[in-house]
């Protein structure tokens, strides 16, 4: 289908529309996403979410004694840091020691 040649005719006004578009939608992108992050940091301090060990595993034991590390589910321990969380537990230098001692299939930390 063609259109007509008035609606595809490059005009002064055409031109200065498709520079300001061209510099203005980046920078407007920009400035909502930085306020996107921000509203999603303060909603995160408002509602922490709680890393680390799950509660409903059992812990194993050595002689009968409680310890106070849980082997991981799987062979390696997902140690990606994340924006505003705190260090998780499995990716202390103390609980990667443990595991490898004590769990059979831990292979190590991924980062």
């Known amino acids: 289908m063609k259109l007509p040649k ?3 005719k490059i005009t ?4 200065a ?3 300001l578009l061209f510099f203005l939608l980046p ?3 920009f400035l909502f996403g930085m306020r996107y992050q921000t509203m999603l940091i303060e909603q995160q301090k408002q509602f922490p979410v709680e ?3 799950s509660s409903f595993r059992k812990p194993v034991s050595d002689n009968n004694k409680k310890q106070p590390f849980v082997c991981p589910k799987s062979t390696y321990v997902n140690c990606m840091p994340t ?6 537990i499995e990716c202390t230098t103390d609980y990667l020691q443990w595991a490898k001692k004590n769990c059979s299939n831990f292979k190590g930390a991924a980062y």
Not at 12 to 15: C, E, H, N, T, V
Not at 83 to 88: E, H, I, L
């Open 51 to 53: 890393v680390g060990l």
């Open 6 to 8: 008035e609606l595809t």
């Open 12 to 15: 002064p006004l055409s031109k």
């Open 27 to 29: 920078v407007v992108g």
């Open 17 to 19: 529309l498709a520079l």
């Open 83 to 88: 924006v505003g969380a705190k260090q998780k």
